[in-house]
């Protein structure tokens, strides 16, 4: 019996879990692996990490600073060390990452709930879109998620100097991780007095000095942000930066507006509806006995204290993030939308004989989102359709390149960076841009003034919209989303021809999303020329 538990024991180690799920990983993004890098990645992330491997600088010089915390990327810049720069490379270093978040994930809830519990959730974060798509991209968001986890892990199981240890960490992957550790500390200080009659409901009852080790990450925020101070002169990032995340969110009606999207994308975004639906439901019904022949002993729930821990954290993340933040992007949530997976889990399991049916419906649907687009706007990272974005760009820029390897080419960012440098994947050789902001009317007529400047123009659709979009109809919404979230629409090849005075010669097209090469009239020179 011994021997048995022993090897029960085994299969539940980290280690082993570890390594079954990054294998499990690297086979489903099997196809991604060589993908050029898209969006962010090739605006921030991948020269920021790229200047730390050639200059050691934990400030990028190629691009402008945004003062995130540099532990992503010098893990990225010390795999290529090691192995060699590649998109290849990059990718697989973060499927690490990813596995190592979900090992968090998975011990975090066989601790606080099941194994079933544990297994299930672990399975349904892993396939939904969101994580999915981001456990190959270059971005930070996910490995703070990931140390997240394994912070609360330490938290609730009282190991203090693991706990301040994990939320330092994950601080330096994510400056709003911050919070997490923050947030605790308050809870400590307010719960007792909110719950004086309910004493259940606290996790802990600590002095301040004991609660005190939750505020050791503020030294390595303190750290980072004066050595960025003393390197660049600023303590968030440069001005843009500054402006566009903080300085033009903080107004009522955008605040109001993006807690509405927040709470949208923790309870409802790609299908998690089903899931809340599911949880909701099963609120209704008592709770199922744990063997068929106990009447007495019913299924375990995750303890109250845990699951106001638990909701005390998504609350202030999603006030947070609602404040702040100028794109109000679905990925800034992973760290609290697993705990809600794990909790809905956990509920239906409690309360619906056939929860298993349940899960696997809910994995079905996660796994559905992958492929198939919703029918509103989303961004284009969080799911497959960042495939499509990447495709599309690497045929037009391989047309672009073979057919006007001279030209000056018109376009928007962050198709800029793709010509500009080869190392992202799409060019062999960099190429001259002329950049304007987008591919509204307005940018494009301004950009007739520059015509003597530019040869070709490489147009493309800087969002998903979908064919026939839910609230389409409804203007107050769309002029909402342009004052406040930058909305716009791109004009399509054929009209932005017209506005430039070219022609398209070349076209292309993928499930809502599209890109084309304008050759100017007067054009004939930049074509293709022995060099």
């Known amino acids: ?12 180690h980290p280690a082993l879990i570890f390594v079954l ?84 994930l998975f011990q975090l809830a066989k601790r606080i709930s099941s194994k079933e519990v544990a297994v299930a959730s672990t399975v349904c974060t892993a396939i939904y879109p969101v994580f999915f798509s981001q456990s190959s991209l270059a971005h930070v968001d996910l490995a703070a998620a990931g140390l997240v986890f394994w912070g609360l892990l330490a938290y609730i199981e009282d190991r203090r100097s693991a706990a301040a240890i994990w939320f330092s960490l994950a601080f330096l992957a994510k400056e709003t991780a911050i919070l997490v550790p923050l947030e605790l500390f308050t809870w400590e200080r307010i719960c007792p007095r909110l719950a004086a009659s309910h004493p259940a409901l606290c996790l802990y009852r600590r002095s301040i000095t004991k609660s005190a080790f939750l505020l050791v990450p503020m030294i390595p925020l303190f750290a ?4 960025h101070y003393v390197r660049t002169g600023f303590i968030f990032g440069n001005p843009e930066f ?28 790609f299908n998690l509806y089903l899931l809340t639906l599911a ?61 809600i997976i794990i909790i809905g889990i956990s509920t239906v399991r409690r309360r619906l004989r056939h929860w298993r049916v349940i899960v696997a419906l809910i994995f079905v649907a996660f796994a559905i989102g992958l492929f198939l687009n919703p029918p509103y706007g989303f961004s284009m990272e969080d799911n497959l359709a960042y495939r499509d974005y990447i495709v599309l760009h690497q045929r037009a820029e391989n047309f672009l390149e073979a057919r006007y390897p001279r030209a000056r080419v018109l376009t928007a960012w962050p198709a800029n960076d793709e010509l500009t440098r080869p190392y992202l994947g799409y060019v062999p050789r960099p190429m001259q841009v002329v950049r304007i902001e987008d591919f509204t009317a307005e940018q494009l007529m301004s950009a007739v003034d520059l015509s003597s400047n530019f040869d070709v123009a490489l147009v493309f659709s800087t969002k998903y919209e979908p064919r026939h979009a839910l609230l389409e109809h409804w203007q107050t919404w769309t002029e909402l989303k342009t004052r406040f979230f930058g909305y716009h629409r791109d004009v399509p090849p054929a009209a932005a021809a017209q506005i430039l005075g070219g022609h398209v010669v070349y ?16 054009v004939e020179e930049a074509r293709a020329r022995p060099y």
């Not at 019996?1 to 539940?12: E, F, I, P, T």
């Not at 060390?81 to 290849?88: D, E, F, M, T, W």
């Not at 500054?242 to 975004?269: D, E, K, S």
């Not at 076209?507 to 007067?522: C, L, P, T």
């Open 224 to 227: 980072w942000y004066a050595y």
């Open 507 to 522: 076209a292309d097209n993928r499930d809502g999303q599209w890109v084309a090469v304008i050759e100017m009239d007067r």
């Open 1 to 12: 019996m011994a021997n048995s538990k022993k090897g029960v024991r085994r299969l539940d």
């Open 242 to 269: 500054f402006r566009y995340n903080v300085q033009a969110t903080i107004q009522p009606p955008r605040i109001l507006l993006a807690l509405m999207l927040r709470l949208w994308q923790v309870f409802g975004y």
């Open 279 to 339: 949880m909701l439901f099963a609120m209704t019904r008592e709770p199922l006995s744990e063997h068929s022949h106990s009447k007495n002993e019913v299924r375990a729930r995750i303890a109250f204290n845990v699951q106001f821990t638990f909701l005390a954290i998504i609350v202030v993340y999603v006030l947070a993030l609602s404040v702040v933040g100028g794109a109000v992007l679905a990925r800034y949530m992973l760290p609290v939308v697993p705990l």
């Open 21 to 104: 799920i990054f294998f499990a990983s690297a086979l489903l993004h099997i196809s991604l692996l060589r993908l050029p890098y898209f969006w962010d990645e090739a605006g921030y992330y991948i020269p920021a990490a790229r200047d730390l491997l050639f200059s050691g600088s934990l400030i990028p010089h190629s691009t402008p600073s945004n003062a995130h915390p540099a532990l992503v990327m010098a893990y990225l810049a010390f795999c290529w060390k090691i192995a060699g720069y590649s998109p290849l490379v990059t990718r697989i270093a973060m499927l690490a990452v990813a596995a190592f978040s979900l090992t968090g």
